[in-house]
Structures are given as C-alpha cells and as structure tokens.
C-alpha cells in the first residue's frame, strides 16, 4: 500500500467586491473572530460537500444581502496546524458584478469604501497579505504555520516582488 496522503482539511473563503464607477470595496467588520478585528472582505465557510464558489455566492448573500456573479478566482490562502493534523484552506474570489441592496448581518458591519484606504493599520489579521492576492496578478498565495497567524507570502511570490 502506497503512503496515506488523506489530511482534514477545512475550507474557507473570502471575496473582493469592487464597485467600478466609486472605486470602492465592500468590507466587512466581523464581531465573531479570533484573529486581531479589523476590515475584512465577506466570506465564510465552505460547507461539507458543497461547491467552492457556491459557498463563496450564498457567503456573500448571508453577510450583505447582494447577489454576485462572475467571481474571478485569485488565488489562496493556508494555515497548517501541525499538532491538530490539519490545514485551513482559503479560497479568494473578487468580482465587481452584484445586485441587491445592501444589508447588515448579524457577522459584522457592512460598508463601502476607498481601496485605497485600506491598511494595516485598520485591517484584520494578515488582511493585507490577502488584499495583495485579491489586487497583483503575480501574487497568488500566502501560508502560516500556526493557524490562523500571521501570514507570509509563499516563496515563489516573495521572489517576484
């Protein structure tokens, strides 16, 4: 018999929201986090056998109350948790194609604003490493080895920039 490579995984995902004619982004202020609080992009979990991008869909309707279409995958984001045997898979999306009025959730406060305001001063944990994933075509995935740390790009990307 060949070497068991089965592993427990948990899957996640975030999504980038970009209104083309404000040029700006839908973030989300989550209350339930365990990771520093801060802007963030909608997303949640992925459900046991559910799609990936069907998650990333009803995420995004759960959480603002938009409809959106054409997501454009990014790229992804893990955390390995070595002494638990498992990993956190993040799947990024970004679209500016949405429909619906926005609304609040009971997962944070929801509110439009610059792209460009974002920072690492008023972002979640590790959220600028990801908005580099959601923005730079060459930028497509960061890791850390203790779940949900700090990330750090993958050493192919750091290799780029």
Known sequence: MGLDRTQRVELVNMCMIYDEKTKQVLVEDKTDVSWKFGHTFPGGHVEPNEPVA?????????????HISQLEACGCVEWFDQQAGYRKIGYLYRTSHFSGILKQSDEG???WMPLADLDASNTAESFMEMLAIF???????????????QLHLTANQQDNQ
């Open 54 to 66: 069907d998650a990333m869909i009803r995420e995004v309707f759960e959480e603002t109350g938009l």
């Open 109 to 111: 406060r929801i509110f």
């Open 135 to 149: 923005t730079e075509p060459t930028t497509v995935s960061a890791m850390s080895l203790t779940m949900n740390g």
